[in-house]
């Protein structure tokens, strides 16, 4: 029976097409261009494209309900009817509900999003009522098996595992409903069963994370309800991001026949495999290849665990340490990475060669494997970067008193009382997106494109003037990406052609390749702060993209500590704040919106991280003087868990979204006596929503009850890149207008 399973699967694919494909369709038809029939073609055909490519890889097991025009999480919610009743009044067709739970309406705000567990992946939070009527709804699990098993490829559908989903979902009691959602799930596993699916996997990631001992107990028991069906695809649970710990014995007491264990993040995994006793009748799906890192695999390294485990189960299956969502579709698109780099790569296409191999070696033992790659060339590092960094002392991580500073500050700026901004950049149109490209293609030459850059930029800053907002910032019209833009101008990264990965929804990004040792060549931001500077008499804030960020949403060398690479970082962006203040800039914000997502999932492994994390922000910051302001800003996570660490950031003001979550962190700022200047979102920018005035002044009120009004900013919950001019004036006009309102109260 559980040889059925194959000898090598992925747990999932890029869902977004080569050259983003599925985000240009979902965005024409949220603009009206095109309709749903075309849509779906589209989609339909990107499912079948991954499908083939596996197929024809020679990939055994091939997953299938992965894709999705929006979030997984999302789908799953779908699945199992949890549709908040604000949204299913509306009225709308089915897709159209799902959009409008996924970036809101006129009428109603979005779900909630944050980050997928330690990734720059976004997931939006399910929403669960008492009242909330779970309904099993398995038609898109369905209809994609059918269109694969059409095209003679039979497929293994996917969904988030109930206890992930309930641990994922607003409320306080996460197992309040777990009967009834079992339930559901119960029947969802039997019209897939109805339908001829062998296998089913259910992802259960949120257990490698800290659980209770009643959590476990839940996972437990909806395994136990499930395995026990009469009439059921086989069950594949599938963990992900490290290590599973005591939820791994909870899962071998159930019937279920596959587990998979992450044993790139989580290689504990293997120790806790061989004290769990006989496997008799199960398999083991071993994670060996990294789905969330682009290096190529040490396949002898995999094989040797691979072995292990072959060793301890009846069957054993060779897959991706997760799903390959979390990294670039194609290697072979990329044409002008260097030659040295690009051998030692490996994107979703070439990862999935990588499982095959493996699995193959597994199987018959005598596969050769490719020839180790050579050592590192020399000249990927540079040694006064690393004299720089063994010169370092504490006081390089230490600026002055924050009383001091907020008075000089002041002093200085001379700001009212609840001070307006925005969080740096304003919208892309499509004429900047052209003038970028024709840039870069040699058909706009430098004069022409550094003209069309200004004249945006005083657009910007006239446009933030008229609208009567306190510090001004100077749009951002060159730059592609906050995190790509810096790595384009630093030493020791590459960049990509065609390496985009989602982030949410429609929004992708190319995270940036860090290679070697991370070096600056030259000022990077200085130019463009200093020419909206001289526009406007009004503050200017310098933009920056923190170290932490920088690192996150990067790929990330793994030959030397993740410290010492964050450390480089940091040292590039301060001799860059000094610049920018050398040339007149008064406040300088260097944006972490990472410093969550990164966080170790364990708490033994949180202090080490928030260590060097919050010392390369101080690092990067700490260099100025008293009277130049620092600002951060996260975003889109659960931030109540390092709440210390912001603080102990040191920034002299911090925004952060706080929109969907209704002003939920102010809570946690007040809970450690926070005393420095905060920004909580009054709009949350990743919907197309525009939010009247008497709802920020509802939120500003909310916010001047646990924080006070001297040390209150007011701003949107993230940049303004993805919205379009009509809304960004219409909701910054609402934003200036409800401080003054709570100003003058």
């Not at 894709?67 to 949204?87: E, H, N, W």
């Not at 069950?235 to 290590?243: K, L």
């Not at 889109?636 to 969907?660: C, M, P, Q």
């Given at each position: ?567 480089q970082v940091a040292l590039a962006l301060r001799d860059e704040c000094r610049d920018l203040e050398s040339a007149g800039i008064r406040v300088i914000q260097v944006d972490e919106p990472a410093l969550r997502e990164t966080l170790p999932l364990r708490k033994a492994d949180q202090k080490a991280y928030l260590d060097w994390a919050v010392g390369a922000f101080r690092l990067a910051t700490s260099g100025v ?121």
């Open positions: 029976m559980t040889t059925a399973f194959g000898q090598s699967t992925v747990l999932g694919y890029p869902r977004i097409g080569v050259d983003r494909e599925l985000k240009k369709a979902v965005e024409a038809y949220w603009a009206g261009t095109i309709d749903v029939d075309a849509l779906e073609s589209t989609a339909a055909g990107l499912r079948a494209q991954v499908w083939r490519t596996l197929h024809d890889a020679r990939l055994d097991a091939i997953p299938s309900n992965t894709f999705s025009y929006y979030d997984q999480v999302l789908d799953t919610a779908v699945a199992v009817g949890a549709i908040p009743t604000r949204f299913a009044r509306l009225g709308l067709p089915a897709l159209d509900t799902y959009f409008a739970m996924a970036r809101g309406v006129d009428t109603e705000p979005a779900l909630e999003l944050t980050k997928w567990f330690d990734t720059n992946y976004h997931y939006l939070v399910p929403e669960i009522a008492p009242d909330t009527v779970f309904t099993a709804n398995p038609a898109k699990a369905l209809g994609e098996h059918a269109e694969a098993r059409d095209l003679g490829i039979t497929t293994r559908p996917v969904f988030i595992g109930p206890a992930t989903f309930l641990l994922l979902a607003k409320g306080d009691d996460p197992f309040a409903r777990l009967d009834d959602l079992v339930d559901t799930y119960a029947a969802i596993l039997t019209a897939l069963a109805e339908a001829g699916v062998a296998w089913i996997q259910l992802d259960e990631p949120a257990y490698v994370a800290d659980r209770t001992p009643a959590e476990i107990d839940a996972l437990r028991r909806a395994y136990i309800r499930l395995g026990e069906l009469t009439h059921r695809p086989r069950i594949f649970v599938a963990t992900y991001f490290g290590d599973l710990g005591a939820a791994l014995p909870a899962l071998l007491d159930t019937p279920v026949e596959a587990i998979g264990l992450d044993l790139v993040a989580g290689p504990g995994n293997l120790d806790r495999l061989a004290a769990a006793g006989p496997l008799a009748g199960r398999t083991i799906v071993a994670g060996l290849v990294d789905g969330r890192n682009i290096w190529r695999t040490d396949l002898r390294a995999a094989i040797a665990a691979g072995a292990t485990v072959a060793g301890l189960a009846d069957h054993v299956a060779v897959a991706t340490s997760c799903s390959l969502l979390h990294v670039p579709v194609d290697l072979s698109a990329e044409t002008r990475l260097d030659p040295r780099l690009a051998a030692r790569l490996a994107f979703a296409r070439q990862k999935v060669d990588e499982v095959v191999l493996l699995g193959r070696a597994l199987r018959d033992g005598t596969t050769v494997l490719p020839a180790p790659l050579p050592p590192t060339p020399a000249a990927w590092h540079h040694d006064s970067v690393r004299g720089r960094l063994a010169a370092l002392r504490p006081a390089d991580r230490q600026r002055g008193d924050y009383p001091v500073r907020a008075a000089r500050q002041q002093d200085r700026l001379r700001l009212p009382q609840l001070p307006t901004t925005t969080i740096g950049s304003f919208p892309q149109t499509t004429e900047l997106r052209k003038a970028r490209a024709a840039h870069r293609a040699g058909r706009l030459d430098d004069a022409g494109y550094a003209s069309r850059m200004r004249a945006e930029v005083e657009h910007v800053i006239r446009l933030q003037e008229r609208w009567g907002l306190d510090v001004l910032v100077h749009g951002e019209p060159e730059r592609n990406d906050m995190v790509q833009y810096f790595g384009e101008q630093l030493d020791g990264f590459a960049a990509t052609e065609h390496g985009w990965v989602q982030s949410y929804g429609s929004r992708c990004v190319r995270p940036p390749i860090i290679y070697g040792d991370v070096a600056r060549r030259a000022p990077m931001t200085v130019e463009w702060s200093t020419y909206a500077q001289s526009l406007t008499s009004k503050p200017v804030k310098g933009m920056l993209t923190g170290p932490v960020t920088i690192l996150a949403w990067s790929f990330v060398r793994t030959d030397q500590p993740v410290a010492d690479t964050a450390d003087a008293d009277d130049t302001q620092i600002h951060t800003h996260l975003c889109y996570s659960e931030f109540g868990e390092v709440i210390t660490a912001i603080d102990a950031l040191d920034a002299d003001v911090t925004s952060i979204e706080a929109s969907r979550s209704k002003m939920e962190i102010l809570d946690d700022l007040a809970a450690i006596g926070y005393r420095r200047g905060v920004g909580p979102g009054v709009w949350d920018i990743h919907s197309p929503r525009v939010p009247p005035r008497e709802e920020m002044v509802e939120a500003l009120h909310r916010a001047v009850a646990a924080v006070p009004a001297r040390r209150l900013w007011v701003n949107p919950d993230c940049g303004l890149k993805t919205r379009s001019y009509p809304e960004v004036e219409a909701s910054l006009r609402h934003l200036v207008a409800a401080a003054a309102e709570v100003r003058g109260h």
